[in-house]
């Protein structure tokens, strides 16, 4: 197993609008793809930092998972995603090592990617995302 | 103010030990820094991942600013790196913008940079640190 790039910071917040003011007028950094993804029930903004991007998740509904974690925890850090070749064999042997995985199997993520989450558990506290690039723009 | 690159995720951990080789020898990612900071309160490692790095942090005492966060939060995400050219220049220029600073002005960090920590409250909830490349070699 061998965890590529730093992808993304996932940052929940309540306020998409206004969160990206902040990252984009205020810090600086470019809006590189937009997306609503109802099957996750976020509202999704990645900001381009480096190699890796900053992603804003805004819940469409209270009942989502970002919506409760923001109810729980309130706004900031959601999860840290890393690039991988193939998230399917990083799957298949991480769960051979008894790892604790939210997503059995792989799934489409944002911008054409296919991702998969690892649990906390398994992972020192962190939600870690697998994701491997497809063929879709994410900038 | 132009934040630079995604620099590093600052993981707070209890075991560092453990921590270590879930992402060195699971994982496959390279330590390439480790230092204690007695100033801050961390036995810190260094891992690459891409052009950024997974920071662990263990807390000297119970009393530190990490160990406090683990007796509050438990292991996860403690602060976001991002690269600046000039820490004070962006200090200076989030100041005036009435950001909360946790550092008024710039200090010494790990493996010879110069960082500054923003609060939360200016940052949609997620502790922040302001990285400027030193001397020093972080791998």
């Given at each position: 197993?061998?965890?590529?790039?730093?992808d993304?910071?996932?940052?929940?917040?309540?306020?998409?609008?206004?969160?990206?003011?902040?990252?984009?007028?205020?810090?600086?950094?470019?809006?590189?793809?937009?997306?609503?993804?109802?099957?996750?029930?976020?509202?999704?903004?990645?900001?381009?930092?480096?190699?890796?991007?900053?992603?804003?998740?805004?819940?469409?509904?209270?009942?989502?998972?970002?919506?409760?974690?923001?109810?729980?925890?309130?706004?900031?850090?959601?999860?840290?995603?890393?690039?991988?070749?193939?998230?399917?064999?990083?799957?298949?042997e991480?769960?051979?090592?008894?790892?604790?995985?939210?997503?059995?199997?792989?799934?489409?993520?944002?911008?054409?990617?296919?991702i998969?989450?690892?649990?906390?558990?398994?992972?020192?506290?962190?939600?870690?995302?697998?994701?491997?690039?497809?063929?879709?723009?994410?900038g």
């Amino acid at each position: 197993m061998q965890l590529g790039r730093l992808d993304h910071v996932g940052i929940a917040v309540t306020d998409l609008a206004a969160a990206r003011a902040l990252y984009e007028q205020v810090l600086g950094l470019e809006v590189t793809h937009e997306e609503v993804i109802t099957e996750q029930g976020v509202h999704e903004l990645l900001l381009r930092a480096g190699e890796a991007y900053v992603q804003l998740v805004a819940p469409l509904a209270p009942d989502s998972p970002v919506g409760k974690f923001l109810a729980k925890r309130g706004e900031g850090v959601h999860h840290v995603g890393y690039a991988v070749p193939d998230v399917a064999a990083a799957l298949a042997e991480l769960r051979a090592q008894e790892f604790e995985v939210i997503d059995p199997a792989p799934r489409v993520g944002s911008g054409g990617t296919t991702i998969a989450f690892l649990h906390p558990k398994s992972m020192q506290g962190v939600l870690v995302e697998l994701v491997e690039e497809g063929t879709g723009h994410r900038g």
